[in-house]
Each structure stands twice: as C-alpha cells, then as structure tokens.
C-alpha cells in the first residue's frame, strides 16, 4: 500500500493537529502483514523539491515513483496493491 497525503505540505504521517493518521494506519497494516509506504511532501523534513513550486503532476509522478520503489522491493506481490489518497492528486 502506498499512502499519498492531502492538500497542503504533509510530512509522511500526514500530521494536522497532533493526529497522525497515516501513521496509525501504517502500524496498524503492518502489524497484520500488510507492506505500506509513506513519504514526505516534496520540501517536507528532510525531503527535496519544492512544494509551493510543484503542479498536481509533479505529485502524481511523486507517487508513481514510490509505488515503483514498494514494487520493486523483496517480498513485495506487484499484482496486489493499493493505493491510498486523502485528496485529489490530479
């Protein structure tokens, strides 16, 4: 599962008011076996890029290339994936 963050610039837990949902959904999927990715915004943390810069495309290639990387992991099934997005990406 790859997790992709709303609107605004969102660190890889997508944190807002000191709830952290991604991360709760990522410990609790993990626990169950289930492999999950999250990311940082472009310019988020120790992220490069620039998120005031960045066009809607910028952030669906953003998430094309992390499902890419989870993909190409050991142990990862590329035919069952799911793609998790808390805002429109396009």
């Known amino acids: 599962m790859v997790l992709v963050s709303g609107s605004g610039p969102q660190n890889r837990d997508e944190e807002l008011m000191g709830q952290k949902p991604f991360f709760r959904i990522a410990d609790y999927l ?3 076996g289930i492999a999950v990715l999250r990311y940082d915004d472009r310019g988020v943390n120790e992220s490069t890029g620039n998120f005031q810069t960045a066009t809607s495309y ?4 953003d998430a ?3 499902f890419a ?4 992991q050991a142990g990862i099934n590329a035919q069952k ?3 998790l997005v ?3 990406v396009l």
């Open 30 to 32: 993990s626990s169950h």
């Open 81 to 83: 994936w799911v793609l």
């Open 86 to 88: 808390t805002a429109k």
């Open 58 to 61: 910028d952030f669906a290639d």
């Open 69 to 72: 990387f989870l993909r190409k």
């Open 64 to 66: 094309e290339m992390a």
